[in-house]
């Protein structure tokens, strides 16, 4: 079994059990998801983006909501997940993939203008080549934006993270790969980074 199929198998048993409810319990512990929205929502440069990791769909309706005109869609690894998010964004398109080698500039047919990863950069089983692959996917000009927990949410959380396969992303990883702009949430439990192509 490879790596993808093996990873593909962990995620598909994981969401099965707990998608339905996946929004209301994350709800408490993803922070800083809705003030990258926000920060996407206040800038009119872009009219398409692409989530990688879309899970259920939370973050692509809220910008639909908000932005109905732009084209959004998203790469999942999850089969479970990416049905959910298609029932739950109709007007997406979804495509199966991995963050890795996924072709991110075929969702939409063009290479996005916004590259979106929330909470997934620390599921990955290769950040590196997952941060390359979105890079290398965005429109000239286009923008990849990040939030994750950081370091010291992977620190207290180590335990609970590392049952999911959760690895608290780190600074150098980010700075290493050229992020142009990265903050971190009160406490450094989150931390926000941007990187522009």
Known sequence: MTWEADHRAFLDRYYRLTHHVYDASRKYFLFGRDRVLDRLLASDDWTTLVEVG???????ARLHRRRPEAALGGLEASEVMRAHALRRC?????????????????VLGA???RILMSYCLSMFVDKDRAIDNALRHLAPGGELW?????????WAMRPFLSAFHVEAVPNDLLHRHGADHVEH?????YVVARFTA
Request: aromatic fraction near 10%; charged fraction near 20%; glycine fraction near 18%.
């Open 146 to 154: 990040v939030v994750d927990f950081s370091e010291l949410a992977g």
């Open 185 to 189: 949430g009160p406490l450094r439990y």
């Open 111 to 113: 290479p996005p203008q």
């Open 90 to 106: 109709p007007w997406a398109r979804i495509d199966a993939g991995f963050a890795e080698d996924g072709d991110i500039g075929a």
């Open 54 to 60: 879309p899970g259920t769909g939370r973050n692509l």
